[in-house]
């Protein structure tokens, strides 16, 4: 059942099991790349422009770490089944989806307990729902960058390469350092424990159905359902 440390039959013998170093070293220098050159355009956008703040840094937010992901790919293995890209049953979809809903209904305890120790990071989200609530292809754009694409290439990158990378020194180790990992690069701020709890949910089903697909659904249900509730549940 554990298919993300077993080798394909038609994977060449000499192609690693599963990304190693030299994966990790290019994907963390790249995404470090892409995420300033990509923040510092965002930055930069002209006042009055058809992509609102909040819709730029999703853009960026999927973007940079599916570049990562890319270029880990390339530089050795060249093929995206040891990164998790492979089929699931639907059953594993099905606990995805559960698994979603619950980190964001999950997300008003731990934002009661952790906001205080974050003062002022509540402005961070202000650019995101503003984007939500623009109107309604305002609010269909920013589930597409926010609820789709972001959590498709933030997967990934953390778990296709960052957790896939860790698991060789355990389940445990790449579930937990992964997400740990996800929730510091969204900031220091009230953003980081529900990241980390996502991140603990989608590194454990990444590891048991062996395939990034459910890891990317309780990423797109917990992202898309947040955007709704922005956009329309207030």
Same mark, same amino acid.
């Given at each position: 059942?554990?298919?993300?440390?077993?080798?394909?039959?038609?994977?060449?013998? *000499?192609?690693?099991?599963?990304? #190693?170093?030299?994966?990790?070293?290019?994907?963390? !220098?790249? /995404? $470090? @790349?892409?995420? =300033?050159?990509?923040?510092?355009?965002?930055?930069?956008?002209?006042?009055?422009?058809?992509?609102?703040?909040?819709?730029?840094?999703?853009?960026?937010?999927?973007?940079?770490?599916?570049?990562?992901?890319?270029?880990?790919?390339?530089?050795?293995? *060249?093929?995206?089944?040891?990164? #998790?890209?492979?089929?699931?049953?639907?059953?594993? !979809?099905? /606990? $995805? @989806?559960?698994? =979603?809903?619950?980190?964001?209904?999950?997300?008003?305890?731990?934002?009661?307990?952790?906001?205080?120790?974050?003062?002022?990071?509540?402005?961070?989200?202000?650019?995101?729902?503003?984007?939500?609530?623009?109107?309604?292809?305002?609010?269909?754009?920013?589930?597409?960058?926010?609820?789709?694409?972001?959590?498709?290439?933030?997967?990934? !990158?953390?778990?296709?390469?960052?957790?896939?990378?860790?698991?060789?020194?355990?389940?445990?180790?790449?579930?937990?350092?992964?997400?740990?990992?996800?929730?510091?690069?969204?900031?220091?701020?009230?953003?980081?424990?529900?990241?980390?709890?996502?991140?603990?949910?989608?590194?454990?089903?990444?590891?048991?159905?062996?395939?990034?697909?459910?890891?990317?659904?309780?990423?797109?249900?917990?992202?898309?359902?947040?955007?709704?509730?922005?956009?329309?549940?207030?």
């Amino acid at each position: 059942m554990n298919a993300v440390n077993e080798v394909p039959m038609n994977q060449s013998r *000499r192609t690693p099991a599963r990304p #190693g170093w030299p994966e990790l070293g290019v994907a963390v !220098l790249a /995404a $470090a @790349i892409l995420y =300033g050159v990509g923040a510092t355009i965002a930055y930069l956008l002209p006042a009055g422009s058809p992509v609102s703040p909040g819709q730029a840094n999703f853009l960026v937010s999927g973007l940079a770490p599916l570049g990562a992901f890319a270029v880990a790919v390339l530089i050795r293995i *060249r093929d995206v089944r040891p990164f #998790g890209m492979r089929r699931v049953h639907p059953g594993w !979809l099905l /606990a $995805a @989806i559960a698994i =979603g809903l619950a980190c964001f209904a999950l997300s008003w305890p731990i934002s009661a307990i952790f906001d205080p120790f974050f003062p002022g990071s509540e402005s961070l989200q202000e650019g995101y729902r503003d984007a939500a609530r623009a109107g309604a292809l305002s609010l269909v754009v920013t589930i597409v960058l926010g609820g789709l694409l972001t959590p498709f290439g933030e997967e990934v !990158l953390f778990r296709g390469v960052f957790a896939s990378f860790l698991f060789r020194w355990g389940t445990w180790v790449g579930v937990i350092v992964s997400a740990a990992v996800f929730a510091v690069a969204h900031g220091v701020n009230s953003i980081m424990p529900i990241a980390f709890v996502v991140g603990l949910g989608a590194g454990l089903l990444f590891r048991f159905s062996g395939s990034i697909w459910p890891a990317v659904v309780i990423h797109v249900v917990h992202n898309s359902a947040g955007l709704l509730y922005q956009g329309i549940g207030y």
